[in-house]
């Protein structure tokens, strides 16, 4: 049983790890929305949003939570995780860095009142959210089931790490995302290597999708055997090794 709760905290410790990357570019993003209104209004605005979001998030969690072991939805999901992670590290190793275009949305953010815009930054959290849902329930699904019963489709320890993930998200980008900018100026590759994550999540969903009873093309128990439970995790921390202490190309290219 100890064995089953030291899987659980792992796997929590990796969710909020990844979502504190990922937090950084969505605070971003929302600082940008609101940049037009008044300094007082600002904060406002943004915590507002926050609080918006966090009333959409947990609606979706709960929805999520009775489709979660529909495989279906568990291919649309990996093919969605691969996709965003390949997407992110093929366009920072062949194309432009992937920036986010500022003055587009201070374009759009412009001119609109106070509501509007805490809607818009709520919505804007919520479209992050759908990134770190279906990560946080890709690596849930691959734990062991907890003595909690089942919550609508989910185990109720598997449902409650999914919960934490959520409540962490919005949590990092309210008060830690600052400090993620500042690591990831620091160490620019995270980035990248934090969606080289969310792709290896997505190989995970598949693999948790190809072991599903009505497809079956794994064994069933596969997911959650040892060897496939150590190769996962053991890639993990060997993408994240990599992504941090993969050298600076900026400080590189000032060197020449």
Same mark, same amino acid.
């Given at each position: 049983? %100890?064995? $089953?709760?030291?899987?659980?905290? @792992?796997? #929590?410790? &990796?969710?909020?790890? #990844? %979502?504190?990357? #990922?937090?950084?570019?969505? !605070?971003?993003?929302?600082?940008? +929305? ?34 979660? =072991?529909? /495989? ?24 432009? %860095?992937?920036? &986010? =275009? ?5 374009? %759009? ?5 106070? /509501? ?5 930054? !709520? ?10 849902? #279906?990560?946080?329930? !890709? ?20 449902? +409650? ?5 959520? +409540? ?10 600052? @400090?993620?900018?500042q690591l ?12 080289? &994550? ?27 055997s040892t060897? /496939? ?9 060997? $993408?994240?090794?990599?992504? @941090?202490?993969?050298?600076?190309k900026s400080?590189?290219?000032? =060197?020449?």
């Open positions: 049983m %100890e064995s $089953i709760w030291l899987e659980y905290g @792992w796997t #929590l410790l &990796i969710l909020i790890g #990844l %979502e504190g990357l #990922l937090s950084a570019d969505n !605070a971003l993003v929302l600082a940008v +929305i609101a940049k037009h209104l008044p300094d007082d209004q600002k904060k406002k605005a943004i915590n507002y949003g926050i609080i918006l979001a966090f009333v959409f998030r947990f609606g979706a969690l709960f929805a999520i939570s009775f489709i979660a =072991n529909v /495989w279906q939805v568990q291919a649309i999901g990996a093919a969605y995780l691969l996709y965003l992670g390949l997407k992110h590290i093929i366009k920072a190793r062949f194309g432009k %860095e992937n920036e &986010i =275009n500022q003055e587009d949305i201070e374009e %759009e953010s412009a001119g609109k009142g106070y /509501w509007p815009t805490v809607g818009k930054i !709520a919505l804007a959290d919520l479209a992050f959210a759908i990134d770190s849902i #279906l990560a946080a329930v !890709a690596l849930a699904l691959g734990l062991p089931d907890s003595p909690l019963g089942d919550f609508g489709g989910m185990d109720g320890g598997q449902f +409650i790490v999914v919960v934490l993930g959520g +409540i962490a998200g919005l949590i990092l980008i309210k008060f830690a995302a600052t @400090w993620f900018v990831l100026d620091k160490r620019p590759a995270l980035e990248t290597t934090a969606y080289a &994550i969310v792709a290896w999540v997505g190989v995970k969903l598949a693999v948790i999708t190809l072991a599903h009873k009505d497809i079956h093309v794994l064994d069933h128990d596969f997911p959650h060897g /496939w439970t150590l190769t996962f995790y053991g890639v993990l921390v060997a $993408i994240a090794l990599i992504g @941090w202490f993969a050298p600076d400080s590189k290219d000032g =060197n020449k």
